[in-house]
């Protein structure tokens, strides 16, 4: 079913929007230099070869023999680091393979870490994903020291919505369950009905047995939604930048070089990409789908650095790499790990009385999973 309407800020006038970007990355101040550790030695030696080889192995097709000896210091220092500041690291798919497969304790999408973060026992929770998913992190987890290595690792969903918009369109349509997508901030969380992911979007509208719920921020996730279920949808102007970018003529030309070929679509794509693709998921069910299925040649369409992870774990599939990047998951490096876990920074705060109300609207989607 096409969705009932679509609105953005322009439809309400909220003066909210526009509001300035995170500030850039600063110099370690003085309370971070007084808690911080030594700087390890990051130099490239026999010792550190020999106690990264087996690290290596993992990413030995996707990383060259070149790159390594930049990467192994970092990655020794981050992972003796975490021992010692009783840390845990959590990677989102979208990280880049040297992060995902060599210092991540936990990796998956935003519903694996959501949940996963309720379980962690650590001290410190270091979120190598964008500021929303170290947000979420801190809501379920109020007395931990959650960090983020960059803060302004930000999210065109997470910032195309406010939660005076929630407001306007609960005034707008009284008495409409409101769903948000994880990729929102807290202070939309606390405004919601309920949370879901791309994994349970379908799932969550259903579970609200309402005629009509308004699904926010992501239009594309939203139109994906209208078409499973007979709930109708009400929907928000947001979209993901990367996922926008493809286009229904690139996946036909994917096809039209060989039709053999197995395309993969995530649901944050425009209507013209999940309509040529073979299969349509979140990042946890497309990862799935290939270790299932295990075609010849694949094409994935999402954020490139999910099918080096991919590839690194399954060398004899051939994946096709479209490479649209998030800037956003870009920021985070291990050199910024390794600050994150020497300096303590960047900290995650989030607002207790906002925490609390955002706090109800994700558990309540953790809740309906189990
Ligand atoms: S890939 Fe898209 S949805 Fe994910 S963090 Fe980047 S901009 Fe946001």
Redesign the pocket.
């Known amino acids: 079913m096409p969705i009932a309407g679509i609105y953005g800020p322009d439809d309400f006038g909220n003066p909210i929007h526009g509001r300035s970007a995170p500030s850039a990355r600063r110099r370690v101040n003085a309370a971070e230099r007084a808690r911080a550790l030594p700087m390890p030695s990051l130099e490239w030696t026999p010792a550190v070869e020999r106690a990264t080889a087996h690290l290596y192995e993992r990413v030995k097709n996707v990383i060259s023999p070149v790159e390594w000896p930049f990467m192994a210091p970092y990655i020794k220092a981050i992972n003796e680091l975490k021992q010692t500041r009783n840390a845990v690291i959590l990677a989102h798919n ?1 990280q880049t393979p040297e992060i995902f497969h060599c210092v991540a304790d936990i990796v998956g999408d935003s519903l694996q870490l959501a949940i996963e973060a309720t379980k962690v026992k650590s001290d410190i929770i270091v979120q190598c994903g ?1 500021h929303f998913m170290a947000e979420t992190s801190k809501i379920l987890n109020p007395q931990k020291t959650v960090l983020i290595p960059d803060s302004r690792a930000g ?3 997470a910032s195309s919505i406010t939660g005076a918009d929630v407001r306007l369109l609960r005034e707008r349509f009284p008495g409409v369950p409101v769903v948000a997508y994880v ?1 929102t901030s807290a202070d939309v969380k606390a405004e919601v009905d309920i949370c879901c992911t791309s994994s349970n979007a379908v799932a969550v509208v259903e579970s609200l047995n309402a005629s009509t719920v308004i699904f926010l921020p992501d239009q594309y996730l939203a139109k994906y939604v209208a078409t499973q279920t007979k709930v109708k949808i009400i929907a928000w102007k947001g979209a ?4 926008e970018r493809f286009t229904g003529d690139e996946l036909r030309a994917y096809r039209e070089a060989d039709p053999s070929v197995q395309i993969i679509a995530h649901p ?1 794509c425009p209507p013209d990409v999940l309509a040529e693709a073979d299969f349509t998921g979140s990042t946890a069910h497309m990862i799935n789908w290939v270790r299932t299925k295990h075609p010849k040649r694949v094409v994935m369409i999402t ?1 490139c650095s999910m099918a080096d992870n991919v590839q690194a774990e399954l060398p004899d599939v051939e994946m096709v790499r479209p490479c649209n990047l ?1 800037p ?2 870009k920021r985070i490096t291990l050199p910024k790990i390794l600050d994150s876990l020497i300096y303590l920074r960047e900290e995650v705060t989030v607002d207790p009385l906002i925490a609390d109300r955002a706090r109800r609207s994700v558990e309540r989607m953790i809740n309906l999973k189990n």
């Open positions: 979208y964008v999210c065109s969903l990729n993901c930048e990367v996922h944050e954020e998030c956003h998951m």
